[in-house]
């Protein structure tokens, strides 16, 4: 079955610097991969998301890029704010499964003042 | 005033005894999923629905059961086969983009 995983577990970087968080997934035939942040104590909230057709998206500060050959995909976050600090997670997801996301293990990021 | 609800927020369990979460929504989604999360790991499936009268097991079903008599609602119930029940737990609806209540945090008196 897919599995996805996530690299680094823990990522601590200046703030204003940049941070990314790589994810691997194992089923060619992914096809969606979302990325969510989850403050503590909270509910995880989606923050970007792309599909196999696109190789890279951008909202503001925060981009994934998607390497389909490789089956990476990856979280770039730039001028890092205190705010940013929380726990990432990837996802992946198969297309016909019912929509049932594989999650990564996550990525607890600090931004050191 | 949309979204997910999820009560209580804290709850607190007794040797044996059976407790029932609630997750409620009005974002008129059929999809709905309970998630269980341990403290510093990730998201595991318990329960999904997709449908109203039909739910399917996730990765760590055992000692939980669920019901889904209407569209807004997907109780989770943990048992007392469930041994260990201390975890914080995520509802969440959609369906290839999912979005989380708040959860509920459940303890062991």
């Known amino acids: 079955g897919e599995n996805v995983e996530q690299h680094p577990s823990t990522l601590s970087v200046q703030e204003g610097d940049s941070a990314v968080i790589k994810c691997t997934y194992s089923?060619?035939?992914?096809?969606?991969f979302p990325w969510y942040k989850q403050e503590l104590g909270k509910g995880p909230q989606l923050i970007i998301d792309?599909?196999?057709n696109v190789g890279e998206k951008k909202d503001q500060r925060i981009a994934v890029t998607l390497n389909k050959t490789a089956k990476h995909f990856s979280l770039h976050i730039t001028e890092t704010q205190p705010e940013d600090s929380a726990v990432y997670f990837c996802?992946?997801?198969?297309?016909?499964?019912?929509?049932?996301?594989?999650w990564g293990a996550g990525t607890k990021l600090i931004i050191k003042p | 005033d949309g979204g997910i609800t999820q009560s209580p927020k804290y709850l607190f369990r007794k040797e044996g005894q059976n407790v029932t979460l609630s997750c409620e929504q009005n974002l008129n989604h059929d999809a709905m999923y309970w998630y269980r999360q341990d403290p510093g790991q990730g998201l595991r499936l318990i329960y999904y629905s997709q449908i109203v009268n039909d739910f399917q097991k996730g990765d760590i079903a055992e000692g939980y059961s669920v019901s889904r008599e209407k569209k807004e609602s997907f109780p989770l119930t943990v048992t007392s086969a469930q041994k260990n029940p201390t975890a914080f737990y995520l509802c969440a609806v959609g369906g290839e983009t999912q979005y989380f209540g708040p959860g509920t945090r459940l303890l062991v008196l």
């Open positions: 792309i599909r196999s």
């Open positions: 996802a992946a997801t198969l297309r016909d499964s019912n929509y049932q996301l594989i």
């Open positions: 089923d060619s035939a992914s096809n969606y």
